[in-house]
C-alpha cells in the first residue's frame, strides 16, 4: 500500500526558509516520478517542483532559485528545500507520486492515477 507522509511544515517570516520531507513507502522509490503541489484558500492546487525517476528536476516560475527539490533514495524521501519565502508561498503543500503498476514499480505519473499525501501547512507572515 502506498503510503506519503509528508512532514516539516510549519510558520515562518518572510525571508526565512523551511524544509519539507515526504516518506514514502509501498513501491519501489527509484522508479517513480514525484513532486509537490500547493494549494492556497480559495486557489486551485498547483504544481511547485517535480522529479522525474531519473532525477531532473522542474520548478514554478514562482519559486525558481528559492525552492530545491531532491530525493534521498537511502531513506525513501523526497524533499523540498524553501528559502527567501514570501507570504505568497503560504499554502498546504503536498507531496505526490506517479501511480503504481505491479511489483511495485511506478508508471508515468498521471492526475487520475497519482497518489497524494495528506498535506502539510505552511504560512509565511510578512
Known amino acids: 500500500q502506498v503510503q506519503l507522509v509528508e512532514s516539516g511544515g510549519g510558520s515562518v517570516q518572510a525571508g526565512g526558509s523551511l524544509k519539507l520531507s515526504c516518506a514514502a513507502s509501498?513501491?519501489?522509490?527509484?522508479?517513480?516520478?514525484m513532486g509537490w503541489y500547493r494549494q492556497a484558500p480559495g486557489k486551485e492546487r498547483e504544481l511547485v517542483a517535480s522529479i522525474s525517476s531519473d532525477g531532473a528536476t522542474t520548478y514554478a516560475d514562482s519559486v525558481k532559485g528559492r525552492f530545491t527539490a531532491s530525493q534521498d533514495h537511502g531513506r525513501n524521501t523526497l524533499n523540498l528545500q524553501m528559502n527567501n519565502l514570501k507570504p505568497e508561498d503560504t499554502a498546504v503543500y503536498y507531496c505526490?507520486?506517479?501511480?503504481?503498476?505491479?511489483?511495485?514499480?511506478?508508471?508515468?505519473?498521471?492526475?487520475?492515477?497519482?497518489?497524494w499525501g495528506q498535506g502539510t501547512q505552511v504560512t509565511v507572515s510578512s
Open positions: 505526490t507520486a506517479a501511480g503504481v503498476l505491479d511489483l511495485g514499480v511506478c508508471g508515468p505519473w498521471r492526475a487520475d492515477t497519482a497518489k
Open positions: 509501498g513501491f519501489i522509490f527509484s522508479t517513480c516520478a
